[in-house]
Nanobody, 113 residues
Framework: QVQLVESGGGLVQPGGSLRLSCAASTSIFRFYVMGWYRQAPGNQRGLVASIANGDRTTYVDAVKGRFTITRDNAKNTVTLQMNSLKPEDTAVYYC???????WGQGTQVTVSS
């Protein structure tokens, strides 16, 4: 069972940046495809970025060129660097395996002036 703890969210102005971090509880983390998901109020939770064991990455069109996902298998961590943030990026962000297992609490990202 993989347990995941997200951190790094907060309030930022449009155009600003945030870096989200996710710590996994187990060393078998390295065998999973990892992803960052988000859920805005009234919307379904969806995958925005993923990274495979060979560091191959995927992004939804809405975040391409602005978000970067990375992983460190030695530290069991996955990060999401978010630049040029927009109000529509406001959501609770979660990391999880792809496909997902149990959800953590997530971290709130609010983009507002």
């Amino acid at each position: 069972q993989v347990q995941l703890v997200e951190s790094g969210g907060g309030l930022v102005q449009p155009g600003g940046s945030l870096r989200l971090s996710c710590a996994a509880s187990t060393s078998i983390f390295r065998f999973y495809v990892m992803g960052w998901y988000r859920q805005a109020p009234g919307n379904q939770r969806g995958l925005v970025a993923s990274i495979a064991n060979g560091d191959r990455t995927t992004y939804v069109d809405a975040v391409k060129g602005r978000f970067t996902i990375t992983r460190d298998n030695a530290k069991n961590t996955v990060t999401l660097q978010m630049n040029s943030l927009k109000p529509e990026d406001t959501a609770v962000y979660y990391c999880n395996t792809v496909p997902p297992v149990e959800w953590g609490q997530g971290t709130q990202v609010t983009v507002s002036s």
